[in-house]
């Protein structure tokens, strides 16, 4: 997949793409309808599938400080949209000054004269532009003005609710994965390098891999059965684990941190990158009143994650999906 981070003075090589538009934030089955109807048209036509997107998320921009954590920050996106095949990913800066172009200005001077789109496709609710006045309606009156095919997707669901980035955040702080990964179509996962953590772990028979949660959303605090995969170079490597997030009120963290333990594992996991794919909540997170006791309900924690975890499958990449749903 290539990634272009600017849209000025693009090789031909990088223009006339099928384009699907949208922040796709957590890539949940709604965006990925959104994809898959670009991926059909592009094969269709024979052109490139493409993505546009903005990053910084443009709430971080906009509403500083009150923007919601994100479902899947840089990286996360990027392997995921690759995963769904996505050849060419237009990842614009977005500004404040960006921000003041109109619907008008972002069609003609981004869509149709830098990237020279083909086709673009969005979701029914897709706004754009200064005071987000562009949506599906003005982008159809452009595409026949300026001669590209715009496709509008219908509102994707089930049991009468729609999929959405808002649902997704909803069910991780109230301790839900599963039903969040329902929406996803896949587990939701913090991706993050391991960092040095005070060793408390490894002193009560639990040695753990330390992460901070930086920009990821931050689901409830508690005792979770998790999938931990060890990045490297060629491929991820999963193990069962169980996963403790919070502040660790034994022992009062200032800030809510992840902390996991890999059953059946040795090696130093200092400074690896690793994918934390949450599968069940097991328990709040709590405090005891002896380290005894601590020990006590992480053997609990451990055997109930085990038994959770048992005759389920690690996450695979998600890869194409049937999108006539």
Known sequence: ????????????????????????????????????????????????????????????????????????????????????????????????????KTAEEFVREVLVDELGVRSVVVGHDYRFGKGRAGDCHFLTRAGLEFGFGVTVVSPI???????????????????????????????????????????????????????????HVIPAHGIYAVWCGVVNSQNTEWHAAVANVGVRPMFETEAAMLEVHLFDYEGDLYGNYLRIAFFNWIRPEEKFESIDALITQMNEDSRVARFMLDGSQPPTDIGRTPFNQ
């Open 157 to 215: 669901g089930s049991a009468g609710k729609l999929y959405s980035s808002t649902r997704v955040r909803t069910y991780l702080q109230c301790g839900e994965p599963r039903l969040a990964a329902a929406i996803l179509g896949h587990m939701w996962e913090v991706e993050a390098r391991v960092i040095c953590g005070d060793a408390r772990g490894r002193e009560l028979g639990y040695p753990t891999a330390n992460m901070e949660f930086r920009d």
């Open 1 to 100: 997949m290539k990634i272009i981070r600017r849209h000025r003075s693009l090789p031909d090589s990088s223009r006339g793409a099928t384009v699907a538009l949208g922040n796709f934030d957590g890539l949940h089955l709604g965006h990925r309808g959104v994809i898959g109807s670009a991926a059909e048209l592009a094969q269709a036509e024979g052109g490139l599938l493409g993505v546009l997107t903005f990053e910084p998320h443009p709430i971080l921009v906009l509403r500083p400080g009150t923007s919601p954590r994100r479902l899947s920050p840089f990286r996360v996106k990027v392997r995921r949209l690759r995963e769904c095949g996505v050849e060419i990913l237009y990842m614009l800066p977005f500004s404040r000054a960006f921000s003041q």
